[in-house]
């Protein structure tokens, strides 16, 4: 069986993205015992433009999904402690037991995306890497599958019975179909983010400073996840280059953190590329239409201070294979149960969309702390709501973390 037979197959469902959001998604429907393909265009073993920390709703989901074990096992620290603070003071606290979990974790996203792409496959799903989507198939106004080509230059058409946008903040599937964007406004963030070893990490740090936010995810290797964001008039040049990178962030970062860049100490390096990108999009898009649905950041997109893509990504995932198992094997309609799908997606998002927008703006003192409180207080909410979730059909129930 050659590989572009997929051309001649029809699936229940094509997702476009195979990672945070299209594996899970993928996986969830697989599960059910639906016929589902993945295509992308990378490899979900090639490493992406994000940092990592999984909040609490992201890592509540992992467990339940019963990834959670895997994601340790491949060498991801237990993060058990989270440190907050300014030039002035500092606090760590435990990372407390809620929710069915007692520790938050931060994989490097080549590891993360490629557990999740082989948990897709585990249940059922086929997954092709080397396919970029570029055109969706259409009977009159509804999607009927996708067109694209291979890493070669090959043709390929899928069809399925409904397409999946899972490709990110540039989705094409978005492009393609018009999804209006539902919900807007703009924030002026600009983020450098490096991996540093050699540092002494206490967990996950977030710190506040004049004009400024940074922290660390302790990840794989021993290595920091060390970012700093600062409004995007005062560091959107971008990040020096050749030997100077790596002192320049480490520089930036003892402006922006002096706590934490002690942390990092005389032994402290930048490893690999210092990254950087600015002015992020804040928006919600319409979420389907006929024979076709978004999810994650294809459909919904907010600035990374907040940490919450990942988990959006997971959240959203599981109501979208939540409405589609409804329609294509239960019988409901399908605008019905992808209208229920978007709402759910807006109502569970919208807390987090107003606060990221609010963070965004880095206010400062007694504000900045009101809505680091209100942060918890969401996270916590959401976390305790996916715990209370049953287990999805067709996946194991979690044993106890
Ligand atoms: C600077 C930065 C820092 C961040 N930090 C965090 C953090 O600490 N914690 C957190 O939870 N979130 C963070 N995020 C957000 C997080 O990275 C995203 O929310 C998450 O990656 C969304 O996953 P996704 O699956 O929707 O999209 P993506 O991860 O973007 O995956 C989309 C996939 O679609 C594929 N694709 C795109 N177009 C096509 C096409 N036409 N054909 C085939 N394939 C296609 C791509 O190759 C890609 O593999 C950060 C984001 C940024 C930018």
Redesign the pocket.
């Known amino acids: 069986m050659t590989r572009n037979e997929t051309q001649d197959q029809t699936y229940d469902v094509a997702v ?7 594996s899970a998604t993928a996986r969830l429907l697989a599960a059910r015992g639906l016929r589902v393909v993945v ?4 490899e ?1 073993t090639r490493d ?8 609490r709703p ?1 890592v509540v989901q992992l467990h339940r999904w019963g990834l959670l074990d895997a994601v340790i096992d491949s060498g991801a620290p237990a993060v058990r402690e989270l440190t907050v603070g300014d030039p002035e003071w500092e606090r760590t606290l435990p990372v407390k037991a809620r929710a069915g979990v007692d520790r938050l974790v931060a994989p490097r996203r080549y590891v993360l995306d490629d557990l999740l792409a082989g948990a897709a496959v585990e249940a059922g799903a086929e997954l092709r890497t080397d ?4 055109e969706l198939l259409r009977d009159g106004e509804r999607v009927v599958g996708v067109a ?1 080509r291979t890493r070669g230059g090959d043709p390929v058409r899928v069809r399925a019975r409904h397409v999946v946008g ?7 599937v978005a492009r393609l179909v018009g999804a209006e964007v539902t919900a807007s406004c703009t924030t002026d963030l600009a ?1 450098q ?1 490096a991996y540093v070893e050699g540092g002494a990490w206490r967990g996950y740090e977030f710190h506040a400073g004049h004009d400024a936010y940074s922290g660390v ?1 302790p990840t794989h290797d021993d290595a920091g996840c060390v970012f700093v964001m600062r409004p995007a008039h005062l560091l959107d040049e971008r990040p020096a280059r050749g030997e100077d990178r790596g002192r320049a962030f480490l520089d930036l970062l003892g402006e922006a953190a002096p706590r934490l860049a002690a942390r990092v100490g005389d032994d402290g390096r930048v490893v690999g590329r210092v ?1 950087s ?1 600015s002015r ?1 999009p804040n928006h919600r898009r319409r979420a389907h239409g006929p024979g076709w649905s978004l ?4 459909g919904y997109h907010r600035d ?1 201070i907040t ?7 997971f959240n959203h995932a599981e109501l979208l294979a939540e409405a589609l198992g409804g329609w294509l094997l239960g019988g409901r309609p399908e605008r019905a149960a992808l209208a229920e799908y978007e709402a759910e997606r807006d109502a569970v998002s919208a807390d987090l969309f107003r606060i990221t927008r609010d963070l965004a703006t880095l206010p400062h003192g007694a504000r900045f702390a009101e809505l680091q409180s209100e942060l918890g207080a969401a996270l916590d909410r959401e976390a305790d709501e996916l715990a209370a979730r049953p287990t999805p059909p067709g996946l194991a129930e979690p044993v106890a973390a």
């Open positions: 476009v993205g195979a990672r945070c959001a299209g295509l992308d265009r990378s979900p992406v433009f994000s940092t990592h920390g999984i909040v992201g396919v970029s989507v570029t694209g899972a490709d990110g903040l540039r989705s094409s983020a983010y995810f990254r990108g992020l999810v994650g950041d294809a990374p940490g919450h893509g990942i988990s959006d990504a």
